[in-house]
């Protein structure tokens, strides 16, 4: 699939393509995956856009499944890193290993660990210390690994999707809020309705899995990119996400319930998220312009990992989707 992202004359030409690319890739997810079509949904927006993302959700929930199905349907190079308490940060990023280069001289050669693929199953993310965490940090970010002072860039697309369990925290390393922050959303995995489960155990017990056909390719994928950041999105929509990133921080500005419940809030990378969600959202709902929906349907995926509640939310038996939920209510929507 070739999408032209510099003619504006064929906009609704590539609107209309990427929006046939969601029913595409729909259809061919739903192959395997039952169910969880908002976690999928998700899961497709920050890929759109070039985000990374954290999936929670309990155990035998098709967390696995569902990112290697992804990966298959765009045809990227998948590696899944299994996070354990001994792992090290070597065994993900590579190490330096002395081989024989003949005549009896030796060298030190870098070979590359799993980090380099495009599509990074980092599988119980918390179950590893903060050290071996850290070592995604520079990858997330800069797209690049340093070994003995030399750097490495990353192939693109680079996306890392983490899982964490929220039910076992026997043995968890609690994710510091400088990698969170990394994350684009915080997708949730929940239980599927009974229909949905009882069609998940007849496929898994009768029959194999009909073969998935790639659909794109990585420089798709790229293009995807391209097209997502040249989608218009007006001053006030901009304005909107900003304002409901800063509502999250206590202070003297904030809303009572905030500094009441709330001990950090989000920094500038919720607004830059809430923004470029909202641009891939619009695109695959088959519009070139952003609407107030766009931004207020990804502002639980994008905050919920970004706030930190204290004490006297735990107190009150308040979850952080409510103190969400009670943000959205306390900020108007644009032209309402």
């Keep these: 699939m070739t999408v032209d992202v510099d003619a504006y004359e064929g906009e609704q030409l590539v609107v209309e393509a990427i929006h046939e690319s969601r029913v ?11 169910g969880q079509r908002e976690a999928t949904h998700q899961l497709l927006i920050s890929l759109f ?3 990374h993302c954290l999936i929670t959700g309990a155990p035998g929930l098709a967390k696995t499944l569902l990112v290697r199905t992804i990966a298959q349907v765009f045809d990227l190079r998948f590696q899944r890193i299994q996070f354990t308490p001994d792992l ?6 590579g190490t330096e290993i002395l081989e024989e280069t003949g005549e009896g001289h030796r060298r030190l050669q870098f070979v590359k660990g799993p980090i380099f693929a495009n599509v990074i199953l980092a599988d119980e993310i918390n179950r590893t210390p903060p050290k071996t965490q850290a070592a995604l940090l520079e990858a997330m970010q800069e797209h690049q690994v340093t070994a003995a002072g030399v750097r490495y860039p990353l192939e693109e697309p680079f996306f890392v999707l983490a899982t964490q369990n929220p039910i076992e925290m026997e043995g968890t390393y609690p994710l510091p809020e400088a990698q969170l922050d990394r994350f684009m959303f915080n997708v949730i995995v929940d239980y599927l309705p009974e229909d949905d489960e009882v069609a998940v155990v007849q496929q898994t017990t009768s029959r194999k899995t009909e073969p998935l056909k790639p659909l794109f390719d990585g420089h798709d994928v790229l293009r995807f990119h391209e097209v997502v950041r040249k ?7 901009v304005r909107h996400a900003v304002r409901i990133a800063s509502a999250t921080r206590p202070g003297p500005q904030a809303p009572d319930f905030i500094n009441s419940w709330v001990s950090w809030g989000a920094g500038l990378r919720a607004a830059q998220s809430l923004v470029l969600g909202a641009k891939a959202r619009a695109l ?20 919920r990992h970004r706030i930190l509640l204290g004490y006297r939310a735990e107190a009150d038996g308040v979850a952080v989707d409510a103190v969400i939920d009670r ?10």
């Design 24 to 34: 595409r890739i729909e259809r061919e997810l739903g192959k395997v995956i039952v």
């Design 49 to 51: 856009a070039g985000g």
């Design 88 to 93: 090290m940060p070597a065994d993900i990023t």
């Design 231 to 237: 989608v218009p999105i007006a001053e006030d929509l």
């Design 284 to 303: 695959l709902e088959g519009r070139f312009h952003v609407t107030p929906d766009d931004i207020r349907a990804l502002v639980h995926p994008t905050l």
């Design 327 to 336: 943000l959205l209510e306390h900020i108007k929507r644009p032209h309402d």
